[in-house]
């Protein structure tokens, strides 16, 4: 079942959490997060959305930006997610959701 779309109107400034699940480490090291980074910033552009800030915690990352749209955020995080979880699956030889 999809989730809901999260109310996130245009220019309005964003706070967004995402969780490891179980709140298991995503970032193994600084290579991990520097893969990260670069796909932050790379699908920020793709999908309109402007990074102000973010920190990257073991299983957390924090971002303060602004979509562009209203479906610019939604596009941007599912962007990363299914890049960054093949990324790290093949990485740490696993499976599944990170």
């Known amino acids: 079942m999809p989730r809901t779309q999260r109310f996130c109107p245009a220019g309005i400034p964003q706070h967004i959490i995402q969780r490891g699940n179980n709140r298991q480490v995503i970032f193994h090291g600084n290579s991990d997060q520097a893969f990260y980074t670069n796909l932050m910033k790379n699908y920020a552009k793709e ?40 990324y790290f699956n093949r990485r740490y030889d696993r499976t599944g959701g990170l």
């Open 47 to 86: 999908h309109g959305v402007s990074l102000h800030a973010w920190v990257l915690m073991d299983n957390h990352v924090h971002f303060l930006a602004t979509p562009d749209t209203d479906k610019s955020i939604s596009l941007f995080m599912q962007a990363i997610g299914r890049r960054y979880v093949r």
